[in-house]
């Protein structure tokens, strides 16, 4: 089949997001400079440089996890390791703002080293995050969507040397969360090494 997304589709649900996958899931933790914490999943996240170290993550409306990273400059991204899936999936709730997630699905907030934004204590690792950029997003027409992404430098990381084997993350270990279509999502259960080739004439 062939679908030009301008016009919509034949399917019960956006294929698109099926496509594109699995997806990491970036756990945004911010605080205001009121002081109140918020907690989210995207799954619109990833990282997108290396040096300079960025992240990114996108918002389908202006919700508290931008405002309050736009207004601290600040945030942080952790990983969502499977034993945190149902914390990290109540934390998705649509409450009400200013409501804390840590304290709605019974997580710690722990202080960072060099922001104020806090991370999630029980989170195999943290990113520190400084916000450099909060851009709304449009499509090709230049029209203005309700999407927002906010990219961030990471000056910080932080790494539960439970899941460190030899120096390495061992992915069997921290078992990362990614989001997948629909409402699936989906745990890393096997790994396998390649090595780039090197050019032959």
């Not at 430098?153 to 084997?165: K, Q, S, Y």
């Amino acid at each position: 089949m062939f679908y030009q997304p301008k016009n919509g589709f034949d399917l019960p649900h956006n294929p698109l997001k099926a496509i594109v996958t699995p997806r990491p899931i970036g756990w945004i933790g911010t605080r205001s400079n009121e002081g109140a914490l918020n907690l989210a999943p995207y799954s619109f996240f990833n990282i997108v440089s290396d040096n300079p170290p960025l992240v990114m993550f996108s918002s389908s409306g202006f919700k508290d996890s931008v405002a309050f990273a736009e207004e601290s400059g600040e945030f942080t991204a952790n990983m969502a390791g499977e034993h945190l899936a149902k914390e990290m999936n109540a934390t998705s709730v649509s409450a009400p703002r200013g409501t804390s997630e840590f304290e709605y699905a019974g997580l710690t907030p722990a202080p960072c080293e060099l922001i104020k934004a806090p991370r999630v204590a029980e989170a195999y690792a943290a990113l520190e995050c400084i916000v450099v950029e909060v851009k709304r997003l449009h499509g090709k027409d230049g029209v203005l969507s309700e999407t927002y992404m906010v990219i961030g430098e990471v000056v910080g990381v932080h790494i539960d040397e439970a899941i460190l084997v030899d120096g390495l993350i061992d992915i069997a270990r921290s078992r990362p969360v990614s989001r997948l279509g629909y409402m699936d999502f989906a745990t890393t259960d096997k790994v396998y090494e390649m090595s780039r080739p090197k050019w032959e004439e």
